[in-house]
């Protein structure tokens, strides 16, 4: 009876995961050819700014759930004024799709933005020079509506759970990186290097529990690139 029970649970978990791989990978297609995936999430922002519209001016930053997560944002930051605009498990394309609701309406004096991560996941065939593509047609568009802004890129990261991916996902830093270079507006912000170990593998300390997403740790991390970058570009005082 034991083993039948042993048989049996082991059968489940094993269901379970096949289960949970196959969800995730229809979540990842479906959202890869549906740029209005995250809808919901576009319009519990616009929700919140009809009760309290923030001010002109503040920082914007979008893009998927690495930024979504930071819930830390205004304090690690101040007193810069931040707006936090990540949303679900957003690619490029839902960026660029919602660019006109979560990002131009608020008038920023500077954009970051962190996507490429979810693009470059393995199910999506997307390679690193969609997302350098898709990142041009983000600069273009935001400066066509806001000359003079200031548009940042925070490097795609590295994880334990998508470490398969990171060469692809490490030549898409290193066009944009390149491409940046020769513009003064443009901004590189390299928040993967502080995440590896001397070895050049993910530091399991700065993850979550699924290997993907930051905890507090890695959020200091970024933090200790992105703060003194924006406030010495920006001209705050601690």
Known sequence: ?????????????????????FGLNYYRSAATVDPGFFEDAILAFEAADRADFPAPGGIVFVGSSSIRFWSSLSEDLAPLRVLNRGFGGAQFNHVLHNLDRVVLPYAPVAVLVYAGDNDLAGGTGKRAERVFADYREFVARVRARLPGVRIYFLSIKPSPLRWA???????????????SAGDEGLGYLDVASP???????????????DGLHLNAKGYAAWTRVVRPRLHEDLGAED
């Open 1 to 21: 009876m034991g083993k039948r029970i042993a048989w049996g649970t082991g059968l489940a978990l094993v269901i379970l995961g096949v289960g949970a791989w």
């Open 195 to 209: 995440l590896l170990s001397p070895d050049g593998t993910p530091r399991d300390e700065f993850f979550r529990l």
């Open 165 to 179: 991916r990171w060469l692809e996902m490490s030549r898409a830093n290193a066009l944009i990186e390149a491409w």
